[in-house]
């Protein structure tokens, strides 16, 4: 049945483990209506016995839809898809409205049992060789280096740290497997990521991949108090190496957090000629990754590493010295 190959496809490659579609051997009794407009497979996501509605002809409304899923239901043990060729925006919206598992192969996974939504955290991975990590990716690649909690190995452990969303994670675990740094392993409901290796060697892997933190600079003009940010920039490559300490003193925060950190500390933006510090938005949490003062040092040979200034790059090099790998 090509619908049933074509779905066993989809989930293979969106959920990187087998999955075997197969025709509903003993289909449960159903009103002969619903027999008549879909066909039964079953098949595992994730640990878990599946029954799929299947249709080649989308001619039903997400209402008609919704209770036909809570028919076969109220007959099977197993969470009960609707799967179909194709579908309307305005359906699809309809039936996540309606909390209706749907599978849309090619497209669109959504099963709210099983907290799986492909538009947010089912991607296919694509390859970071060529723009590197992204930064949640990153994050979490420091996180292992600098062991802040050798613990946490799933997106529900490491997200609270990292200041991200649990979704957010399962795509940064993507992305490390994608680039060939880790492996993605699932414990029934759980996702769990094995580096492929640990410490410097780690570190060396990855070394392509590593972008600056740094989303834009922000001179600040004089103020009373410096704001309760963690020291980066240069001014910190200087506090951690033997770095001539720069004219400015940089801070770092989050970029999302920028707004809100300016209009509390009362910092204002001037020209770079006029200002006293400096403050560096990031494009994930600075503070996430450090119990010091200071930004951590993974991040700062990120930043550094490939400066103009030799000077500059020799002190982010002098950095991994001090790493206890």
Known sequence: MPI?????RYLESTLHEPARVVLLERAPSLPSFLSR?????EGNVAGRRCIFLSTADNTATPSDIAKHVALVRSTVDAIVVFVAPWMSAHNRSRLIGQRVPFVVPGKQLYIPDLAMDLRERFRTPKPRSAVGLSPAAQAVLFHRLLRLDEAATTPSLIAPQLHYSAMSIGRAFDDLVSAGLAHSERYGRKRRIRFKTEGRQLFDASHD?????VRTEKFIQDVHAAPPLKHAGE???????ELSSPPFLAFAVAASDWKVVAQTCGLVETDRDQASHIVETWSYAPAALTTTHTVDPLSLYAQFHAHRDERVSMAAERLLDGMPW
């Open 4 to 8: 049933a190959a074509a779905l066993q």
């Open 37 to 41: 407009m879909y066909s039964l497979l």
């Open 209 to 213: 991949l590593l972008r600056s933190p």
């Open 235 to 241: 001014s910190a490559l200087a506090e951690l190496t």
